[in-house]
């Protein structure tokens, strides 16, 4: 209907519109919710007509929206306001109506509603024409004709004429907040702490109001607020008594904002947890319901995905039964981690894990003190820990002294990974006070004329948006977008008070990204300086791995420039395949899930009977997308790129050698064309030809390539970077495996020492030049995995690892 009323607006059938929606309204269907129904879908579509209607069409309108007003359908009555909202907005701007008559004239009479209401239906109609006003004024209109003053006035109202006043201004909060949605966060998140109090007031239609109210404040709050309003939300918590109301609003309420805005409500779960378990064990049971049902809905802003997945299950049901503990645990120990553990996880881990250790079960204290060992050592950053320091320190002290030495010497690990993953225990709203503080001096130099409480929602609202785009992964590109979006939304909260002059504004975003910057750990501003423009095909940072309640590895940065060959190396048990498998399944955090990535694996996986063209179909990318049939002659095209004889194309693929395997494994990773390529042992099983096959092919691949193999000539002819995993560390190699050799000093010997006495040693690897070919040849080339189809082009193969040259 949207679409059909914006075309009678352009059509100049504006009027006869209005009035033919006018008519639907004079007949409402005799059932009540048909009726509601069809009047908020009437009103929605009225505001389609904006900016095309005449005076009078919009005072006739006016009149009939404001009988609704107080009507006994709420919400009819509201979509009434914000259809008068987005009507008279722009009739102001064109000069169709003015400012000082209808909408003034609708605020001061509504205002005086509100002091004088004395009926349930006069507090609707009062709060409806509040809301339609100011959003007509803009916010200017809250501090310029007092509004805030004067609910605030009728919330303090005794007066038993007026013995609704209380539930129209309370309702008035949320009909401005729903008029002007962002635009009422200056003055509404100030206020919703007082919303939250009112939900325990003695009188029933107040605390009913203030409900309406607070949800509709909740259902519009921007992301960037979401910290600004929990600290009421959680006071609501701890309020005991009073039928549970305010704990059960309240726990509603942290849902809503969990689905709307997990990211920015996870990082506040580690105070919020705690009291969702009080709930929990309220004697209330309704209260205990609510809990129980916020539990999995808080759990959604976890991002970790070992939690957020696995973990997910038991971690609730843990939570809701203390005998599930040990259980919990257990699976946590026994899951494998690819990222690191940060607030909105801990947050939900930390209770069973202080639990487990207070516990009497000595194999339980055990194995809960070597988890919290586990999680120490995987956190991201010192903030995300420092929260459960006082809780967890306190214990682990108690419990160096235990009369268990297996306890003992779990618990001093844990302690000293406690310690060292809370560092110096720096303020973690640190960074925020300081960006905000920058926001509010530049604000003051741009804008002077803007009101205090626009100047203080700024200021926090700016460090919650960098903080939101640029606290995760660090990348340039991110710093680079983040001026003008900051600059943006600046300019949206500025603009209905004051007009900045040209570029004051995009100063204030540039002043607040540098200074975000400036507070940067160290680590991250050695990331910024080293990326520069380099294009990272996947970029990945403080990834983690860990199994079994060992931590292979910790605070890793995953950075693949796009055409770079890396050979992953590094002593058996570091978890070089463990690091392919969470690569190839795509679940690490920050895993760009668009991008094409291919994993060839040392051992291929069979039914018998399958001959290798149809093996090859069934791993085709349409076969695998659930299209149709491959075309044969893509499958023996893909074939010959690998030089596969054509009379073991007809052969079981359980009948090959592991070498013909690894070469059919090649085929199917062409027929995907990969921008990432990852190979675990591709050199196992393979002869001499074979091996200079694959060395070719990865030469002249053009995308990324990740590689682990023990064949130290192979990675010298394929790896132009080398990652080594050193105590638990991702150890960047700039060069390849000969240059690595070099840095490393007696390396080289060791390595060499292994190959036939006399024989060369190794090399540098090959620079291949790739360069574009036109037309029909540059559409071949870009399907193959390597350069020719043909035998091996590599005219200086060089010397080969030791099974090569006794072969030879």
């Known amino acids: 209907m949207g679409e059909s009323m914006a075309a009678a607006a352009a059509a100049g059938k504006a009027e006869a519109t209005l009035a033919a929606l006018e008519s639907v309204l004079d007949a409402p269907p005799s059932d009540a919710a048909v009726a509601e129904r069809v009047a908020t879908g009437v009103l929605s579509s009225v505001s389609r007509l904006a900016g095309s209607l005449q005076a009078a069409s919009l005072l006739r309108f006016l009149g009939r929206a404001r009988a609704l007003f107080g009507g006994e359908s709420a919400a009819v009555g509201m979509e009434a306001a914000l259809a008068v909202s987005a009507l008279l907005r722009p009739a102001i701007c064109s000069g169709v109506l003015t400012e000082d008559a209808e ?58 004429e007026a013995a609704h006043a209380r539930e129209a201004a309370t309702l008035s909060y949320g009909a401005l907040a729903r008029a002007l949605r962002h635009g009422f966060e200056p003055y509404g998140v100030p206020a919703l702490p007082k919303l939250i109090r009112l939900l325990a007031d003695k009188d029933k239609k107040v605390a009913d109001a203030a409900t ?61 947890i705690p009291l969702v378990i009080e709930c929990l064990n309220d004697s209330n049971a309704k209260v205990q319901t609510a809990a129980e049902e916020a539990l999995p809905v808080l759990c959604s802003c976890v991002q970790n995905a070992e939690v957020a997945s696995t973990l997910r299950d038991f971690i609730i049901d843990a939570l809701k039964k203390p005998d599930k503990t040990f259980d919990c645990v257990e699976e946590v120990l026994m899951t494998t981690f690819c990222n ?19 516990d009497a079960n000595y ?109 995760g992964v660090v990348r340039v590109q991110n710093f680079r977008h983040a001026v003008p979006a ?76 796009r055409g770079h060959r890396y050979g992953l190396i590094g002593q058996n ?22 991008l094409r990535t291919w994993y060839i694996r040392h051992e291929v996986l069979c039914d018998d009977g399958i001959d290798v063209r149809t093996f090859l179909k069934d791993k085709s990318p349409a076969k695998l997308a659930g299209g149709g049939d491959v075309d044969d002659a893509f499958v023996e095209a893909t074939l010959d790129q690998v030089q596969f004889p054509e009379e073991y194309r007809a052969a079981f693929v359980n009948s090959l050698s592991g070498g013909w395997k690894m070469r059919m494994s090649v085929a199917i990773s062409i027929m995907h064309e990969p921008e990432l390529l990852l190979l675990d042992e591709p050199t196992n099983h393979l002869d001499i030809a ?14 990324t390539v990740l590689m682990v193999s023990h064949d130290r000539f192979f990675i010298s002819q394929t790896a132009n970077t080398i990652l080594a995993i050193e105590d638990g560390e991702l150890v960047v190699y700039d060069g390849d495996y000969k240059s690595y050799l070099e840095q490393q000093g007696g390396v080289a010997e060791q390595v060499e020492g292994r190959y036939v006495p006399g024989g060369p040693k190794i090399q540098s690897a090959p620079q291949i030049e790739l360069q574009p070919e036109s037309g029909e040849q540059e559409k071949k080339k870009k399907k193959k995995f390597g350069g020719k189809g043909g035998p091996s082009g590599n005219k200086n193969k060089g010397v080969k690892n030791a099974k090569r040259m006794s072969t030879a």
């Open 103 to 160: 909408p003034l004239s609708l605020l001061r009479e509504s205002l005086a509603a509100v002091k004088a209401a004395s009926s349930a239906a006069e507090a609707r109609a009062a709060a409806g024409g509040v809301g339609a006003a100011v959003g007509s004024l803009g916010a200017a209109a809250i501090g310029a004709h007092g509004v805030l003053q004067a609910l605030s006035e009728a919330l303090d109202s005794k007066s038993k």
């Open 690 to 703: 074979a091996k200079e096959v694959l060395e070719e092919a990865l030469q002249q691949f053009e995308g």
């Open 340 to 358: 690191p553990m940060d607030g909105t996880s801990l947050a939900f881990m930390m209770p069973i894990i202080i639990r487990g250790i207070k």
């Open 573 to 594: 048990g570091t978890g070089k395949t463990t690091l392919l498998n969470r690569l190839a399944a795509k679940d690490i955090n920050g895993f760009p899930q668009e």
């Open 486 to 561: 900051t600059e943006q939304w600046v300019s949206s909260i500025v603009e209905p008070y004051a007009t900045a002059e040209g570029g004051a504004l995009a100063q204030v975003a540039t002043a607040a990204v540098e200074n975000f910057k400036s507070q940067l750990p160290e680590e991250a501003r050695a990331i910024l300086a080293k990326s520069g423009d380099k294009d990272f095909a996947l970029d990945m940072q403080n990834i983690i791995l860990a199994f079994a309640g060992r931590v292979l590895l910790r605070k890793a940065d995953v950075r693949f420039e």
């Open 363 to 471: 194999e339980l204290v055990k194995k809960s003190t070597v988890c919290a060992s586990n999680l120490c050592a995987l956190i991201k950053d010192s903030s995300d820990i420092a929260p459960f320091v006082p809780l967890l320190l306190p214990l682990l002290e108690k419990n160096v002294d235990h009369s268990s030495p297996n306890i003992r010497e779990a618990t001093q690990t844990a302690r000293e990974r406690l310690l060292e993953g809370a560092g110096d225990l720096v303020d973690p709203a640190k960074r925020g006070t300081a960006v905000g503080a920058c926001v509010r001096d530049s604000l003051a130099a741009a804008v002077p004329s803007l009101p205090e409480p626009v100047a203080t929602y700024l200021s926090h609202t700016c460090a919650a948006l960098l903080e939101e785009r640029l606290g």
């Open 212 to 272: 309406v109210a607070a949800e509709a404040m909740i259902e519009g709050l921007s992301t960037l607020s979401v910290k600004a309003v929990v600290g009421a939300l959680y006071e609501g918590m701890g309020v005991v008594g009073g039928g549970g109301r305010v704990r059960i609003e309240c726990l509603k309420l942290a849902g809503m904002l969990a689905t709307q805005a997990p990211g920015t409500m996870g990082p506040c779960l580690p105070e919020c």
